[in-house]
Structure formats: C-alpha cells, structure tokens
C-alpha cells in the first residue's frame, strides 16, 4: 500500500553544509510518524522541503504516490497537507477564531472580492460555525476564541497552530516541535490533542520533536536523523533499543 | 452587516447627512458672484478674429455718486501679484518684483493716485498653472485686492478666472494668449495672434535676411511657453524665405545647462543661426559653449535675458537680443526714472524692467479710471481706450485697442558689441503682418 | 561622437558616485537610503553657504563640504535615525527615508536662508575654463567629476582591500551577523560606512550644482535615475554600481545622438512621445528590465534579509473596547467634516473639497499598505492616470463626469496588475523601487503627451451634474465629496473584515503559514494592489473634478506621491480616519501658511510631513492610532492575559 506521504532520498546544501542527506522516510495514513534528532540535524529544513517553502538539491516528496516535489505549498495544502511551526507563525492580529475562519475558508474556496466589498464576505458559510467550533473544542480553546494572538502565551500559541492546521480539514499534518516551550501540564494537553486527533479524525501526523518521550509514547513509527542523515527507523521499542541512537543522541549508554 | 458594525453605522449617518446637505447647497441657477460688475465687453475665450473689438468703446465716466471696488480705501489701493517665486522659473520672473515695487514707491512718494497709497502683496505661483489659480482665488477672495499683476508663465491657470471677476490685469505675457484673448488683460506687446494658425510677422524672417542667417538651429526647453515660441518662429520659415531649420531640440529640461549633446547636434548640422526659448542662465550657457566648441554662427538671437551679467560671458559677443522696450543705452526717459527709484544694489535689466512697466501700466489704468474713484470696470474700459501709449516713455507709441489680438510686430534689438549693448537698426524692428 | 562619450562618461560619473554610497550604506545597514538624493542638497547648499555667505575660497569651502560636514551630517544621521532603523520591519525602514526625503530640502533652505540659489557656483572656476581633448570641448566642471569618480573608484579599492578597516567592511557588509560573531564592531564599522556613503553623497551634490543649479528636484532626480543602477548592482556589488552607472550615463548621452535619433525615427512615428520621453526615462527602463532579470536572484536574497520583523504593525481588528469608546471620536470627526463648509468661508470651502478628494485618493495607501502590507509608490500615478483619462471622456467624449471617473478608474486597475505582478516577489524594497521607475516612467511619456499637458495648461473637466442638481459650487461638490469618501470608506472596511480582509491579515503577518493554509500569496497581494488602484483613480478622477482641470505632470508627479505617502503614514496608514486626516491637511495646511504667512515659512508644511513619518521609526502606527487606542490596547492586554490565565 503506497504511504500517504512519503519522503525520497531528499537532499538539502547550504553552501557547503549539507544540512539533509539523501533522507527518505514515509507517514501511513491515519498514523503518527516520528522524527527525532539532536538540534542541527536537519529537521526543521526538512519539513520546509515537504511543505513546498524550500526545494531540495535531489529527491522527491510523494503524495499518495504523485511526485509532488515541483508543487507550491498551496498546492499541496489542497491536497491535503497542513503544518505547524517551531517558531510560532501565527497571524499576530487576528483572533484565535480568526485564524480558524480563514484556515476553513481558504480550504472550502471562499473568497470572492465582490461580495466582500459589498460586506458580504465576512458571512460565515453554512457549516462553518460548527466546524470551526469543533475544532475549538477538541483543542480547548473554547474560551479565548476571541483574543488576538499576538497577546497569548507560547503554549496556547502552540496549540493554535495546531488548531489552524486542523481547520483546514488535512489529511496529514506536519508538527514541528510543537511542545517546545510548554510545560509539564501543557505538553500532556498536548499529548492528548494529538491523540484524539488520530483517534477522532484519524489524521496522519508526522512528528518532530524534542521530547523523545512524547514522540516514542504517540508515534507508530520513529526515523531518527543526525547531521543531516538517518541513522535509525523503526518502531518506537526498535528505537529504544537502538545502540546508535543511543550514542548519538542520548550519549553514551547510562 | 452594514448597519451591525460602528463603522457601517457612522458611514451610513455620515451620507445621511451629507446629501442633506449637499441638497442644500447646490446651484440652483447663479451661484456665487463677485460684488463688481463684468467689464462692458468681453472678447471671451474664443476670440474673434476680425479686427476692431473694441470699435464701440466709448470713454466711461467714474460712478456718481462713487461706488468703490474691493481692495481700494479712502487711503489705499491694495495690487496682487502673482510670480514665479521658488522654482526653476524663478530667476526668469522674480527679480521682476522688484520693479514694481520701485514704480510703486515712486506713485506714491509723488502722490500720484491722490490720497491713496498703493499697497503691493506678491504671491508665489512656483510656475504651476494649478498653483498660479489658487494663489489667483486667494488674492481676489480673501485678501479682496483690486487688480492683478500676472508675471508669471502660468497665467492661463488664472486667467478665466480673473476675466469672470472682473479684475483688471496687468504684466508680461510671456509668449501666453490669454493677453490677447481676454480684455481685462493688459500688456504693452501683445504674444500672439488670435488665431496663430492663420496671421503672424515675419519679422524673424526679415531679420534674419539683414543680417544675413539662412540655416536655424532653434533651441527650446521642455516647458510649453518656450516650445511654442520657438515654433511659432519655425512656422515663418516658410519656402521661399531662403530659411531653413536644421536643428530643432525642445527637449531640454528647466534649469540644465548640460548641452554636449546639443552643442554636437548643432556643430553637425551646419546652422548658422542660433535661436533659443529657454530661460536667460541657459541660453548664454549655450551660447557659451558653442563658441567654446569652435560653432561659428553669423547670429545667435535670444528672447531675453537682456542684463549686465551677461556680458562678461565668453561667447556672448555678438548675440541680438530682442527688448520690448527701447534700450536703456539709448538713454530713454522712462529709464531715467526707473535707475532713480530702483534701490542701489537692485538689478537693471529687462526684468526688472518689465515689473516696473507693468506698475506702470496699471498706474496709467488708475488714472484713466479717475483718481477720485476708480473702479475696475471702468479702469478697463478706459484703458483700453488710450492710444499712444509709451509707457512713460519706455517704448515708441501703441494703440492698446488696435494692437490687441495681434501679434506684435516690432521689437526693439541691441547687440553684444565689444562687451557692451549696442542698440541696432536705429529703431524698432518690424516685421509686417502674413496671413495664410 | 566622442563628445557623446565625454558628456556620458561625465553623467555615469555622477550617477557613480552617488550609486556607490547608497550601495555602501545599504548593505552595511540594510537601510535603503531614499534620502540621499536630498542629503547631496543639502551639502550642495551647505557648500554654497561657505562659499558665498561666508566668503570662503570655494575649493575650501568644497573640501570641507565633503570631507567634514558630511561624515558629521552622516554620523548624526546614523545616530539618530539610521540606527534604530536597522531593526525596524522592512516598509518601516522604508518610509523613514522616505520621511527624510521629504522633510531635508526645506530645512536646508530653512537653516541656510535661501529659498532659491539662482547662480550655479561649483568648486571649480566661473566661468569655466575650457580644454579641448581630442577634438572634443571640456570644461573644468566636467573635468572635476571624471576625476573624482576615478579617484573615488581608486580610493575604495584600496580602502576597502588593503586596509583592515575596509576588511571588516567587507565582511559585515557581507554577513552582518556572522561579522559581529567574528568580534568585528559592526557599529563602528556601520558608523563608518554611514560618513562615507553621506559624503560621496556631499561629493555628487557638490559637482552636479554647476551643472545643473541648486533647484532641490535636479538632486533628487539624479539619483532615483542612481536607484537603477543601484538595482544593475544587485544591490551589493560596488564594481557593478560603477559599471552600471557608466551604463546608464553612456546610454542617455548616446541616445541624443544623430544616429541614434535616425535609429529611432526609423521604428518610431515622428514626434512620437517615446522620441521626447525618452532620455530621461532610460535609467527607469533599465531599472525594470534588470528587476526582471533579476527575479531569481533577488527572491532568495529578499526573502533571507527582510524577514526580520513583521510588516508594517498595525493595530488589531477586533479587541475588547467598549462600542462608545470606539464610536466617540469617529464621531466627532463626522461631525467636524459633515459642519466643515458652514464654519469656513468661500476660498476654505475649495480648499476642504480639495482636501476630501485627496482623502479618497488616500485610502488607497489604507489598502495597499494597510491592508495589503506593501509600500506603493505610483498611487499617485494611478491617480494622474485616472484624472487625463477622465479629462479626456468628459471633455473629449462629452461623458458625464461622474461615469467617466469611475470608468478611468475602472482603466487604470490593469495597469496596476502590470506593475505588480512582476514586482510581487521581489520583496518590499524591489516592489518600491519598481513603483518608482513605474511613476517616473509614466511621468516622463505619458503626462507630458501634449493631448495631456495642453502647453502646460492641461485639459478642462466640467464639474458633474445628477438630474437637476449641479456641483459646480465648492460646497455643494464637497458633500457630494463626503458622500463618495463614506463608500468607499465602507467598501475599504468591508475588504477588511471579510475573507480577503482575513487572507491579507494572515499573509501580512506570516507568508509560510499563509502559503502553506493554501493562500496564494501572489493572489491576495494583487487584489490589494489593484484594488488600491482603482481606489487612487477614483481619488484622482475626484481631484481633477474638483480643480475642473487635468494637469497631471504638475499634480500627480512622482515626487508629490513621496509626499503623499510621508503625510498619511504620519496619520495612520492602516485607519480610514487616519487616510481622512491626511487628505485634509495635505490640502489645508499649506493653504493656511501661505495666507498668513511668507518667505521661509511656507517651507514648514512639507517639513513637518517629512518629519511626521521619520517619527515612523518611533511611532509606527500613526498620530491617529496612538491618540485612540493606547490605553484600550493595554486594557485589552490585560483583559485577555486574565483570561488565558484562568
């Protein structure tokens, strides 16, 4: 069965650092793939390569099987495709159901200047009070619906980028380092925001982390990268037990 | 939507009260109109051609019992000025200024207007006809004077305006045709014809035959008033006056005095004959370097720029210049007065003179109205009237009446002699009137 | 020939030395200089002073203009403004120079006295002495700027080879950041570069003055024609500055040769505008050209450089202000405009009506820069454009003048899709400058078409009729004014509050989240941008209705439009009030100084709106939002912290 997204021998140069080397790895549909590596590795700048903001020297990006490595992040955005980022990207001066409104309006094709100018355009579609509710809900951001996010703290930042990337009714989502920044009681929130996600939307999720913990207890499938490669791929307890994981990213064995 | 959101509803009460408004204060019919009466006749903006005008104008008394314009008291006659003051076109028209204050301080140290005192308020039109038509609406509305003095090459933008109130306007035409278009309007050369397709003097033509030019370079700056003059010149060169144009530039932009290019262009082409448009700086900076560039020309003729300074230009001997008013080396009363009153360190040259004619011709204006009560109406009917008009002195008799309308035939040249201004042709130059 | 190659090699020398300094102080702080070209006035005219006011030797008088007074004027600069500048977002940086750029020629005419310098002194003789060389004639003036543009080529390359301190340029010039790490003091060496580039500024303004005369425009002029080459050089490259201005002189002195101008007859009708159009505009053709060849190059470049800070901040849409807080103001503006033609008299009546149309024009900038986050500057271009065109239905076409101003309007939307949708990707400073050579271009072939221009007189516009009520009356004109500013007004913030409203927020703040929600960026900037457009040609349609004339070259050149945006950004670029305000002082505060007042302080209109946007840097949301929303921001803040708190 072809993976929803898949990843082939991509490469990435800046001048003559190679910041990704010939990486390949694939996210099934429904489950939560896994990227761990120390900082530096590469994983940010992959995730510019399969959203389509940054092209790679060589390799392919697949979706369902189509190359897809020429496409605009727009492009791949209708395909399905939505991401979070490490540095938050939020839309400083909209609300926090403001960035879920556009998120679904984008995604359902609303946007028609006539009507807009005549004030037409800020009616909500049929159904999109309730979608965008929904998704409130499953991320419990019910009650600052209405505040500029330019005002909230990193964690609920955090989460409002995922609640954006779910608006937008994805098939995969791409999250990037998404409990950076959060603490204990956040990143279990978190923890089981992603879950009801697979579980309750069963979106595919692929995962870069820090908190190796987090990734090994969500994730159906870990690759670990370090400078720019892979080192390790497998399930979470094949990770565990890996001895090069274990030198390169935790040090020595304890 | 609309009518949710404050901006909707404040928008909404903002047209509300607005076409209220607007119904309120529409023009039904006539609007607003100055306190004067229009001037008795009006040639209007599209001028008749046929001569005389001015046929049934008959002298007009001052009214009994007196009904006095705005702008003039018991004690003062308040003049407008309108002029280039900042801009590339300032050095052409400022000094101008000067003049006029001089010929006012005279008119009123000898108490010429009576008990009245002129007062003189100059405004700066930065030559921008848009500028030169508020400045204009200033004048007349709120500083409420009784003429104006336009010495200014964007006349025209206040010149309807200035027609339809009734204000009596003195100054320097400038190549513009409003001056012989509208006859509120007063200068003692009149620019053009009324209809220049059809009549204009072939005085550049029988000039250039005395002193002997055949091939022209003609010269001018982007700006309008000096394209059309060099193009008016150009339509005179007709076949079979033996004059041709081989160069033709009206690309130059206000205040360069870059001119390799042009200074090539006419080295090539042949010319023996320089004529130029453009401002006094730039014609004897090109004139300069064309004779540094080894052009030898039989005539160089510019429209202005008549000034000391002039002379001490390395290529400038030899060049004619063309004065709408006899040379002051020809020691003509009017200058003897103008040298008099001018301040010490002022300038003497053509414009400066040109303001003081100006002054002078409104002072005339005055009095023709009556000392006692002028009025603008009247100012401008008898004005016009005034045959043998010398401008005290300054050049060789007009009709203000007959000349109108027409191109002014005669011009009065001195030439760079030795570095000094040596009057020519003993007398003004005249061309004679060609129809098509 | 050879005499066209002297005169364009005497040209590309100037363009030189001014490119070079603008290229130095860019890339060692990333500050776009738009001020240089009234910086070289001013020390033009501080040379002047020493010259002439205080009667020094003119070589000492130019000496110390360049090596003295300019490095100070450049330090300070640096210091004051420049500085805090660096970390500032891109279209902010942007509209300060700009600001300086407006507000630096009255204060030089202020400080030294002058209003207008008639003479055309230089540092060399006056006359000039002349050699001749070859067969071609040179004056000492031209002499003096093929010697120092030499000199100055030779002196950087040594500078910036040999010596330690032109290393440490080097570097930061090429990675700031890394030169920092590597110890270098990047802000001496920014200072550095500052005194240097303010001073071959000085130098360009003191060798153009004999050439061309002390008027502030010939200044700035020459170098937004620099700008181009400044582009050739991608911004960073000095031997591609000079080479690119050699270029542009050779071209524009070559272009007015005979065998050119046979060239040209040949493919062009006689008299055609592109003929008498032609030589100023090259540096403006070459500008565009380059852009587009460019575009892979500079995207990269950009998209690294400019990211810093996000687009112009602005205040939020929606926030929790009680509605009578909001209203209160709004409202008493309303009041003031609707009152505005009984509380003045006949003359002020024309003036506020002028002021009205310009506001229209205005909320165009609400849209492209507040809303759409880009720095425009040919809205006044679309606005002229608009105002021939209407001058040309109503008067020529015998149109009624109120479908013929929305008909322009409608006209000019595509041309302002043309100029964006190259430019869009190249970032904010390459999208400015490409609306720069846009309004230059038009400037220079279409307002001065002689079917436009009528020998400077322009062409009539009647004012308009509906039914039987006629607007020929200042005050009637002007409510019909308010009316039309209440539509559009209510169209600008329908946009903003709907769904492009929404996708122009997002790609505002963040173009990777918007690109990768699925919003083409390139699309949303366009609507802006062409929406903006027909909003400026209603604004110019309006304006010429007013002034019943169509004068374009004179009222909607690109030089008012740097005025134009330095007046609204010091409003409030993003609020419709802020747009309403600014039209209506552009129109008034000049007239009230030039009724009551003369002389040097006519020159303190302009110089306040100059100063109004440099204060940008500091204020970066305009008088208008300050005064409103201060303290309900802080309030708000605290509002939505108690919330997420709990």
Known sequence: MTALLAVEEVSVRFGGVHALRSVSLEVAAGRVAGLIGPNGAGKSTLFDVVSGLRAPATGRVLMDGRDITGSSPQARARLGMARTFQRLELFGELTVRQHLVVAHRVRHRQARLALDLLGLGSRPRPGEDDAVDGVLDLLGLGSIAGAPARALPIGTGRLVE?????????????????????????????AAVLGRLRAERAVALLLVEHNVDLVLSLADRVTVVDFGAVIADGTPDDIRADQAVQRAYLGAAP | MLRRTPSGRLAVALIASAVVLAGCSNDKGSSTTSASTNPPTSVGSSAAAAAGPFDNLKHMDAPNPCKLDPGVSATEIKVGGIAPETGPQAVSFKPAEDGVKARFAKANSENELGARKLTYLPKDDASDAARNSEVARQLVESDNVFSVMEISDKSTGSAQYLHDKGIPVTGWHVGVPAWGQLANMFTFRQPASATPQSEYTDR?????????????????????????????????????????????????????????????????????????????????????????????????????GYDKRVLKIAGIEGALFGLEFIPFESNPPAYAEFDKWMPKDAARNQVTYIGWLSAEMLIRGIKEAGVDCPTRAVLINNLRLVKGYTGNGAFDPIDLADGFGHEFKCVYYVKVVNAAFVPQFGGQFCGTPVKL | MSAYLVGGLVLGGIYAIATVGLVLTYRSSRVFNFAHGAIAYFLAITFHWLAVDQGWPRLTAGLFTILVAGPVLGVILWAVLFRRLAHAPASVRLVSTVGLWVALPPIARVVYGHREIFDRLGMGPSPARTWKITGVVVDSNQIAVLVSALVVAALLAVLLRTTAWGLSVRATVDNPMMAGIAGIDTERVTAGAWMLGVALAGLAGVLLAPLRGYQDFQFTLLVIAAFAAVVIARMSSLVLAFGGSILIGMLQSLSQSKQAEDLLTHILPKDSIILKGLVPSIPFVLMLVFLLLYR????????????????????????????????????????VVVALPYLVSGLWQAVVAKGLALSIAFLSYTVVTGEGGMISLCQVTFAGIAGALTARFATGAGMATLPAVLLAALIVVPFGLLVALPSLRLGDLYLALATLAFAELVENMYFQLQSVNQFDSGVAVPRPRIGPIGFSGDRAFYYLLVVLFAVVALLVVNVRRSTTGLTLAAVRSSEPAAATLGISIIRAKLVAFGLS????????????????????????????????????????????????????????????????????????????????AIGLARRPRGIVHDVTHRRRQRAAARATAAKVAT
Not at chain 3, 546 to 552: E, F, G, H, K, M
Not at chain 3, 564 to 592: D, E, N, Q
């Open chain 2, 204 to 304: 550049t033509v029988q000039l250039l035959h005395k002193i002997g030019g055949t091939k022209v370079a003609l010269v001018a700056g982007v700006n309008q008033s000096s394209v059309s003059y060099v193009e008016r010149i150009e339509k005179t060169f007709k076949p079979g006056t033996g004059i041709s144009v081989v160069y033709k530039s009206t690309d130059t932009q206000p205040g360069s005095t870059e001119f390799t290019p042009i200074v090539q262009r006419v080295k090539e082409s042949g010319a023996d004959t320089l004529i130029t448009g453009m401002d006094f700086l730039q014609n004897t900076a090109l004139s300069d370097q064309l004779s540094r560039a080894g052009v030898k020309l039989a005539a160089v003729v510019f429209p202005g």
């Open chain 3, 533 to 612: 457009a027909f909003i400026a040609g209603l604004g110019g349609g309006l304006y010429v209705t007013y002034a019943q004339r169509s004068l374009p070259y004179v009222s909607f050149n690109a030089l008012i439009g740097i005025v134009w945006l330095a007046v609204v950004v010091t409003w409030g670029i993003r609020s419709v009030p802020g747009a309403l305000l600014a039209g209506l002082s552009f129109a008034v505060i000049p007239h009230f100084f030039s009724e009551h007042f003369s002389g040097g302080w006519l020159e303190l209109p302009t110089m306040l709106f100059g100063l109004g």
């Open chain 3, 296 to 335: 892979g190059l500079a995207r990269e470049q950009f998209l690294v450089d400019e990211r810093a800070g996000d687009a112009v901040p602005l205040d939020p849409v929606v926030g929790d202000r009680s509605l009578f807080r909001r209203l209160a103001p709004l409202a008493v503006l309303l009041a």
């Open chain 1, 162 to 190: 995922v609640a954006r990337a779910v608006a937008t009714e994805p098939r995969v989502i791409l999250l990037d380092e998404p409990s950076s920044g959060l603490d204990g009681a956040e990143t279990e929130r978190l």
